[in-house]
């Protein structure tokens, strides 16, 4: 007879709750190994899918997802005159936190260089890619918007065309797919009693200036439109991407468009390492630390329970050993109990994450190999837990029987 | 004359006990010799405090002497409070205990815990669970086999604790009050059961009792006091001249 099952099922009630506690502590622990996971495929689901090989961005920047990349639009037109490039486009992200329906939606802004490209990489899960240049948008799903919603961004209202899922950026919020003019003229929206204001200002500054007086036509020009000025920039973006044309060679190109003083060039591989090394690093160390934090907590919890369960049976203990049980006999009894707690709570953890981890803000992967090297830290500390209650157990005199 | 090795199931030499030490010291026995044959029976009285239990530990292996040396069979297993044998296995094999309280294992119900006993010293489950049945059936208790220790009465206990002690055929009986909570029939029933294992399985019993109406059932009687025994003579308690 197993005299560990025998002992647990006198006591389940005990021995279910304890269980329960490891579980809900492994599953914590399952987790933030889950959420690292997560964090690694957001973060490289946009740049792995958008299937750009090179991504030129502001002269010695880390590029959109590390910092604020800003380059001239005009770049495109010069990354388009380098051999071996097909489809450059313009990428440009950033995140806005406007209200909608009451509550705070908070985007990622990320501008799809219409019309070479619609969206048509971006993996629905309904609606349609973009159609026309202006005012549709693709949202993730995190986002909560509806198919057929109307959200209202600067002075336009956008109609959610198309959803998609797992599309976040680096923060953690849903990307908001637009065309780039879209996306730009979210982003540089102004209050019009601004841009009024701006272009009284811009007046007042021509007209002081000898030119203004040399040429009064200056002047209509510069109560104009932005774009009408011949000296302002059209609105940066934040990056070039580009795929390289089969046949070439990646690090050629790469090395080519390196030489431009104004840019600097990332492949893919680099980019996603900057985005791992980056904030996700961080993030890994910190879930790490916590990790291991709580599974030293849950040891101590199960070493402290296995002893005072081991305590409660010390006059039986004390009873097996005068009756002549071998100290295996009494060991087994230990660690089997603490065995059967962990990997109970193992499979609880298993069984509540699978359902609990879905319906957390952020992605939580749990992957295979992960679980294994969970099993095993699991079985190491049950076998530690036991070793206190062990060590009170073996130090018990038969003798105690009588007292 | 048949060997002395083959005839005397248990002999301690000359033991004592000192419990603790300096000016807490207590003599819990004295310079004990006593020799059993097997298929002996014999009762141990005397008052409280004067050394019964410590005797009857020593005998059994869970309370080594401060000096004097223990035979079992004819061989030397302690020698002071050294231990000459694997005690635990000694126990396991040979030895089988009753105390006041029954003090069975909570977790296992009445057959298992006899069952138990046999299964530490490598019975076969089916077996054990077999031999238990027969022992609970002949000790009264078949119909509580099932049931934990906490839903039997103090006397069902103690019965289920005497098959416990019976299960493995021990050759050496030690009970220390087996009886007291017992009604005298019941009480009456284990000593007369006792007195069967020695006379059938040829095991050496000691019980340690307060209840003269049993007396009849001892080869001999033996009386401590003051850490010192004596033998007594049946049907009589007060002491007789020592040997
Ligand atoms: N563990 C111990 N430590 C110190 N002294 C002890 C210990 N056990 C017994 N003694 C002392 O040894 C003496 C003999 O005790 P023992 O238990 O053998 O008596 P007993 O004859 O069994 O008494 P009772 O009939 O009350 O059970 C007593 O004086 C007791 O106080
Ligand atoms: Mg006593």
New interface residues.
């Given amino acids: 007879?197993n005299?560990a099952l025998?002992?647990i099922?006198?006591?389940l009630g005990r021995f279910v709750l304890t269980a329960v506690g490891i579980g809900l502590l492994l599953m914590v622990v399952m987790g933030m190994g889950g959420i690292y996971r997560g964090l690694l495929r957001e973060a490289t689901l946009l740049v792995e899918s958008i299937g750009a090989d090179l991504w030129i961005v502001q002269g010695g920047s880390r590029g959109p997802f590390a910092e604020i990349s800003r380059i001239p639009s005009s770049v495109e037109d010069r990354v388009r005159t380098v051999p071996g490039l097909t489809g450059v486009r313009r990428f440009l992200s950033h995140t806005i936190q406007r209200e909608h329906g009451g509550r705070q939606l908070r985007m990622v802004v990320q501008g799809l260089s219409w019309p070479e490209d619609r969206g048509q990489w971006i993996p629905l899960v309904a609606g349609r890619p973009l159609s026309q240049a202006h005012y549709e948008i693709v949202v993730d799903r995190s986002l909560g918007l509806e198919l057929g919603a109307r959200v209202r961004l600067g002075k336009d209202d956008y109609r959610v065309v198309g959803i998609t899922s797992g599309m976040v950026g680096t923060g953690g919020d849903g990307i908001a797919f637009f065309t780039v003019g879209d996306a730009q003229a979210i982003q540089f929206d102004v209050p019009a009693e601004a841009t009024r204001i701006e272009r009284l200002l811009r007046r007042g500054r021509v007209e002081e200036h000898e030119l203004g007086r040399l040429t009064p036509r200056l002047l209509d020009r510069a109560v104009g439109e932005a774009a009408g000025i011949p000296a302002l920039a059209p609105p940066p973006v934040s990056a070039v991407i580009a795929s390289v044309a089969p046949g070439a060679d990646p690090a050629q190109v790469a090395a080519e468009i390196a030489r431009w003083p104004d840019v600097t060039v990332y492949t893919r591989e680099q980019q996603i390492e900057l985005l791992v090394s980056g904030m996700v690093d961080k993030a890994k160390r910190q879930l790490g630390l916590f990790r291991v934090v709580l599974v030293i907590i849950s040891t101590i919890i199960m070493a402290l329970i296995i002893y005072t369960l081991t305590l409660d049976k010390i006059?039986?203990i004390a009873?097996?050993?005068?009756?002549?049980?071998?100290n295996g006999?009494i060991i087994g009894l230990i660690l089997q109990q603490s065995l059967l707690i962990g990997g109970i709570g193992y499979l609880l953890a298993w069984w509540l994450g699978n359902y609990a981890f879905p319906r957390f803000p952020r992605l939580v992967v749990i992957e295979p190999g992960d679980m294994l090297v969970l099993a095993g830290v699991v079985v190491l500390n049950s076998v530690l837990a036991s070793l206190l209650g062990i060590t009170k157990a073996m130090s018990v005199?038969?003798?105690k029987?009588?007292s | 004359m048949k060997n002395p090795a083959d005839t005397l199931a248990v002999e301690a030499l000359s033991l004592t006990k000192i419990y603790g030490s300096g000016n807490t010291e207590v003599v819990g026995m004295k310079e004990v010799s006593l020799s059993l044959g097997k298929g002996e029976i014999v009762a141990l009285l005397g008052p409280s405090g004067s050394g019964k239990s410590t005797f009857l530990t020593a005998l059994g292996l869970i309370n080594p002497p401060t000096s004097g040396q223990i035979r079992l069979g004819g061989q030397t297993v302690m020698d002071g409070p050294k231990e000459l044998v694997d005690v635990r296995a000694y126990r396991r094999q040979h030895l089988g205990f009753v105390f006041q309280k029954a003090n069975l294992i909570p977790f296992l119900n009445a057959w298992e815990n006899v069952a138990v006993a046999m299964e530490l010293n490598g019975v076969p489950s089916s077996l054990a669970k077999e031999r238990a049945m027969e022992l609970l059936e002949y000790l009264g208790v078949s119909d509580r086999a099932a049931n934990h220790p906490n839903e039997l009465s103090g006397g069902q206990q103690q019965r289920v604790a005497v098959a416990r002690a019976l299960a493995n055929r021990p050759s050496l009986i030690l009970a220390d009050e087996p009886t007291a909570a017992l009604d005298s029939y019941r009480g009456r029933q284990v000593m007369e059961l006792f007195q069967k294992v020695a006379r059938e399985q040829g095991a050496a019993v000691v019980v340690v009792t307060h209840d003269h109406r049993s007396l009849d059932v001892f080869d001999k009687t033996y009386e401590m006091e003051d850490g010192k025994l004596s033998e007594g003579i049946i049907g009589s308690h007060h002491t007789s001249s020592p040997r």
């Fill in positions: 007879m005299l025998k002992d099922r006198y006591n006059h039986d009873m097996l050993k005068l009756m002549g049980a071998k006999a005199e038969p003798s029987v009588l």
